[in-house]
Nanobody, 125 residues
Framework: QVQLVESGGGLVQPGGSLRLSCAASGTILGMNVMGWYRQAPSKERELVASITSSGDTNYADSLEGRFTISRDNAKNTVDLQMNSLKPEDTAVYYC???????????????????WGQGTQVTVSS
């Protein structure tokens, strides 16, 4: 089974930077879209950024160009570089992947959407 594991969260001061990474494990044949959502306390989960297998990116308008998403298809990883962080960026950040084609032994299967376990990002002085 394919699993997504995030890393790189933590505590940072306002104006600082963090880089989140997400690695997919398993026998993966392809993943259509990878990206990041976040969920702040008492708020709904919202899309932060996404990237297709061909490199097309999409960002939440509220980010104002502060975040950059990148992907390595050969390594099945997706990263989120977060700069000029603000207290309102505080949230649990979740990695996701859409349209995952994989092998379980010799059996092909597709998962519509997979989620990581989440990593906490706290922006505070």
């Amino acid at each position: 089974q394919v699993q997504l594991v995030e890393s790189g969260g933590g505590l940072v001061q306002p104006g600082g930077s963090l880089r989140l990474s997400c690695a997919a494990s398993g026998t993966i044949l392809g993943m259509n879209v990878m990206g990041w959502y976040r969920q702040a306390p008492s708020k709904e989960r919202e899309l932060v950024a996404s990237i297709t297998s061909s490199g097309d990116t999409n960002y939440a308008d509220s980010l104002e160009g502060r975040f950059t998403i990148s992907r390595d298809n050969a390594k099945n990883t997706v990263d989120l570089q977060m700069n000029s962080l603000k207290p309102e960026d505080t949230a649990v950040y979740y990695c996701y992947a859409d349209g995952v084609d994989a092998l379980d032994g010799s059996i092909f299967y597709r998962d519509d959407t997979l989620w990581g376990q989440g990593t906490q990002v706290t922006v505070s002085s």
